[in-house]
């Protein structure tokens, strides 16, 4: 089975400056100004290709689609993407995705921006008191998204991920006897020593997190937020794989090196491949990826 994993798109579309308002517009300034170069569309449509052509059994985006949560973000992202939405796409949001109250559904009784525009590939909404829980399964995998996104301030991205989110999706993969899941969240629950967030830029609560997540672990945690690629192998604290793929349509640059994942599984192991855009090529084309761990492993 394989999988591709993309994360942090960051469409970048040209916005009426009389259109934004609040947060949106230092945040609007700031891509504008500092990472609008590093976006440019031929990425978008050489990452559709490349997708395409490595005919996946399921194609995971997670989060950050948009910049500032504008409506036209959607709208355009949407009709590039549009070649690769289909049975096996499953999306959760990212923070950027959540900017603002009232793309994030806050205002009134609307739907969120995100699900008005994509939920036809979100999976299934899970029933809950409280809180964000959404499944796909495809074959013998069962996809499992979490939001751990809200509105807050311009200096803010931090997350957060009730523990009763988690009580129930170990409580719902053990009723429908669920045995293999992925579990994508957009917020990292491990950085690499040297890639460490400031706490007004992690989940908030991922340490309690990762260990209720020792009571039924996932094959890997998919992630984004943070804008270079790693793929941290499966140890005693996190017995799973975390693998980031943000930022999927980013020019690689000292700091960032961006990209995607191909994961294969075939129910014992698990192999990973990252593909990076060729400046050379005009492509995406495998390359080295970037891994820590702590023993080899051939997976779970």
């Not at 809950?128 to 074959?139: A, C, P, S, V």
């Not at 309690?208 to 039924?216: D, F, G, N, S």
Request: hydrophobic share 30%.
């Amino acid at each position: 089975m394989k999988l591709v994993h993309l994360s942090d798109l960051h469409f970048p579309v040209v916005l009426p400056f009389t259109s934004l308002k609040g947060k949106m517009i230092p945040g609007y300034l700031n891509y504008t100004f500092r990472r609008r170069k590093k976006y440019p569309i031929s990425l978008w449509n050489a990452i559709v290709r490349k997708v395409q052509s490595l005919n996946p059994d399921a194609i995971i985006i997670s989060g950050d689609i948009t910049n500032v949560s504008h409506w036209k973000e959607y709208d355009e992202s949407k009709k590039i993407l549009e070649p690769v939405l289909g049975d096996k796409t499953f999306m959760i949001p990212g923070n950027h995705d959540r900017y603002t109250d009232l793309a994030a559904g806050k205002e009134g009784s609307d739907l969120p921006y995100y699900e008005k525009f994509f939920s036809p590939w979100m999976g299934d909404s899970i029933p809950l008191q409280n809180g964000y829980l959404r499944i796909k399964k495809i074959g013998k995998l069962a996809l499992v998204g979490w939001d751990s996104n809200m509105p807050l301030s311009v200096l803010n991205a931090y997350g957060y991920v009730g523990e009763d989110i988690v009580h129930s999706t170990l409580e719902y993969l053990e009723k429908e006897k669920l045995d293999h899941y992925i579990l994508i969240c957009h917020h990292p629950i491990w950085n690499p020593p040297e890639r460490q967030e400031s706490s007004g830029h992690k989940m908030k609560n991922r340490e309690e997190i990762a260990e209720l997540l020792k009571k039924r672990p996932p094959l890997a945690y998919l992630h984004g937020h943070v804008h270079t690629n790693w793929v941290k192998y499966p140890d005693p604290e996190k017995p799973y794989y975390v693998i980031n793929s943000a930022s999927s349509t980013r020019i690689s640059d000292q700091r960032h090196q961006s990209g995607f994942h191909l994961m294969e599984w075939n129910e014992t192991q698990f192999n990973i491949k990252r593909f990076s855009f060729s400046n050379e090529e005009g492509e995406f084309t495998e390359t080295q990826t970037i891994s820590y761990q702590e023993k080899e492993t051939n997976g779970r």
